[in-house]
């Protein structure tokens, strides 16, 4: 249930943009940036990344929404449970446990990853740009957590189920419309 009365009982991410539709567009064009630009990681994986920071935070939107949106580019829902329940047994590609561990100790703790883990990463034939692409992910759905958090907004399973495909396929250019009337006019 929505801690803002004006948002009402089924809010979602749009109505809480709304609130401030310039930093909304803002926060849009970063994720649209970070989750579907060019990156070594693939988009299902960043899809993966999201949907493991959402589930270390509790936040069961954005993991909802995420885990969906990994599953539609496809990966497979037993893996996503696997990297939450161990991320060395999980059935990944053996060069991703280690990003994933990476973002799993930011996401529990800012100052947690070592050089340790940075070395680990490269040590997989990551380059730079993968790890800050990753820690993009991290940053962004750690952010999105609170934001959904703090505003109280929950969503449901169906909603999951519908939209997380809808971000799969389009990413977050129709968010950026929808709060941008402008550039819906231009498109």
């Not at 948002?7 to 970070?34: F, K, T, W």
């Not at 496809?74 to 590609?93: K, M, Q, Y």
């Not at 977050?172 to 941008?180: G, H, S, V």
Request: hydrophobic fraction near 45%; charge should be negative.
């Amino acid at each position: 249930m929505s801690k803002f009365p004006s948002l009402g009982e089924n809010a979602n991410v749009p109505d809480i943009l709304r609130m401030r539709p310039d930093a909304g567009v803002a926060l849009m064009e970063l994720h649209e940036a970070v989750m579907r630009g060019p990156s070594a990681l693939s988009q299902g994986e960043r899809e993966l990344i999201a949907a493991q920071v959402s589930a270390l935070n509790n936040c069961h939107y954005c993991y909802g929404m995420h885990a969906e949106a990994a599953m539609a580019h496809g990966v497979p829902e037993a893996t996503i449970r696997g990297v939450l329940a161990d991320i060395d047994s999980a059935d990944v590609r053996p060069a991703l446990k280690p990003i994933l561990h990476y973002v799993r100790k930011i996401t529990e703790r800012a100052d947690g990853a070592t050089e340790d883990d940075a070395r680990a990463v490269y040590d997989a034939d990551w380059d730079e740009q993968a790890l800050n692409d990753a820690i993009m992910v991290a940053c962004c759905f750690n952010f999105m957590n609170r934001l959904l958090e703090g505003h109280g907004v929950e969503g449901n399973d169906a909603m999951f189920r519908e939209r997380g495909p809808m971000v799969a396929r389009h990413g977050y250019t129709p968010l950026i419309r929808m709060l941008d009337p402008a550039r819906a006019k231009s498109a």
